[in-house]
């Protein structure tokens, strides 16, 4: 079936430091991947998504390239600030199929 | 402003007592969905509607029920609650089911429930 494994977390980071959060995926034919970030009290919102091989999401500085022959698409930014501490869950999602989510990877950034 | 409305935020009963968690959405979407979020789970499905009168159960249907006789709401409902079921809930809609593979789906901003 399909699923989503992230790297554990806490990932505490000083302010300006460089992000890297990694995902990687089981799924059949080409699903699309996402980035949903839930900061403190919050919902779920979406941080960025691509939906073939190849395509780069960005959003508010961060980045993830959707790698095929890895089946990864790790979340980087190259300076943190303290207001991106958050939980960072990545997604994949085929079509008829519902969202599949990681676990979650909370992100520590001190000033 | 377009958004999904979870009530209450809050909420701490008893073992046993029956619940309902209300979740309205204004943006005329068709899928709705709930979640539960525990940690080092991330989220898990409990229940989805792919429109008025249509829903099927998701991951962890165990324990709850839904309905969604109108296509702006989507309780769900806890009959008899127990400590297993604490945990955070979402509700989730995105425009149709057709979409939701590929469009973003939108949060409410979650019920944290403690049963003890």
């Known amino acids: 079936g399909n699923s989503v494994t992230q790297m554990e977390g806490p990932v505490t980071l000083s302010e300006e430091a460089f992000l890297t959060i990694n995902c990687t995926y089981t799924?059949?034919?080409?699903?699309?991947l996402f980035w949903y970030v839930q900061y403190p009290g919050e919902g779920l919102q979406l941080l960025l998504k691509?939906?073939?091989?190849?395509d780069k999401g960005s959003n508010k500085g961060f980045e993830a390239t959707y790698r095929k022959e890895t089946t990864s698409f790790h979340l980087e930014k190259g300076s943190v600030q303290v207001s991106d501490s958050a939980v960072y869950f990545c997604?994949?999602?085929?079509?008829?199929?519902?969202?599949?989510f990681g676990a979650g990877t909370i992100l520590r950034v001190k000033s | 402003e377009a958004q999904v409305t979870q009530n209450p935020r809050y909420l701490i009963t008893v073992t046993g007592k029956k619940l309902t968690v209300t979740c309205s959405q204004n943006?005329?979407?068709?899928?709705m969905s709930w979640y539960r979020q525990d940690p080092g789970l991330g989220l898990r499905q409990i229940y989805y509607?792919?429109?008025?009168?249509?829903?099927d159960k998701g991951d962890v249907p165990e324990g709850y029920k839904v309905s969604r006789k109108e296509k702006r709401n989507f309780p769900l409902i806890l009959e008899s609650p127990s400590p297993n079921q604490t945990s955070l809930y979402f509700c989730?809609?995105?425009?149709?089911?057709?979409?939701?593979?590929?469009?973003?789906?939108?949060f409410g901003n979650g019920t944290r429930l403690t049963v003890t």
């Open positions: 989730a809609s995105s425009q149709d089911w057709e979409s939701s593979y590929n469009s973003p789906l939108h």
């Open positions: 799924a059949t034919g080409y699903p699309s």
């Open positions: 691509a939906t073939k091989a190849d």
């Open positions: 997604a994949l999602s085929r079509r008829g199929n519902k969202l599949v």
């Open positions: 943006m005329n979407h068709e899928y």
């Open positions: 509607s792919m429109n008025v009168e249509v829903t």
